[in-house]
Structure formats: structure tokens, C-alpha cells
């Protein structure tokens, strides 16, 4: 695995770097739906998603959105 994909994103950061303008509550439904990456736990209360997977989401979003009917 390189750096960026152990790279690890907060709630935070998965608005602020990755700009997903979901609420954690939302994000919490698509994940129990196979619809967003897993998070990863890290402790009690403390969880974050690896980054790659996030990137890969995304760019899958922005394919679909491409993809002509």
C-alpha cells in the first residue's frame, strides 16, 4: 500500500479536503446501505474513512453524472 492510500480522513476533513457536503447522520445511512466507504475505527468515539476509497467514491459519482443514457 503507498502513503496515500493509508491516509486516513476525519468527519471534518471529509468536508473540508474531500468537499462531500453530507451531514455525519447521512453519511452514517449511506454507509449502513453499501453506499459510502466503510470507516475505519479508530477508539472509542474517534472513527475516519481512508482516503483513497473516499477519492474512488467520488470519482465514481463523477462518472455516473458522465455516463449519457
Not at 27 to 48: D, Q, W
Not at 56 to 68: G, H, K
Request: aromatic share 8%; hydrophobic share 40%.
Amino acid at each position: 500500500m503507498t502513503q496515500y492510500e493509508k491516509r486516513l480522513v476525519s468527519k471534518k476533513e471529509l468536508k473540508s479536503v474531500c468537499g462531500i457536503p453530507y451531514t455525519p447522520q447521512h453519511i452514517g445511512r449511506l454507509e449502513a446501505a453499501g453506499k459510502f466507504p466503510k470507516r475505519v475505527n479508530l477508539g472509542p468515539g474517534r472513527v475516519a474513512w481512508v482516503l483513497a476509497e473516499v477519492d474512488a467514491w467520488v470519482s465514481e459519482r463523477i462518472a455516473e453524472r458522465d455516463t449519457p443514457l
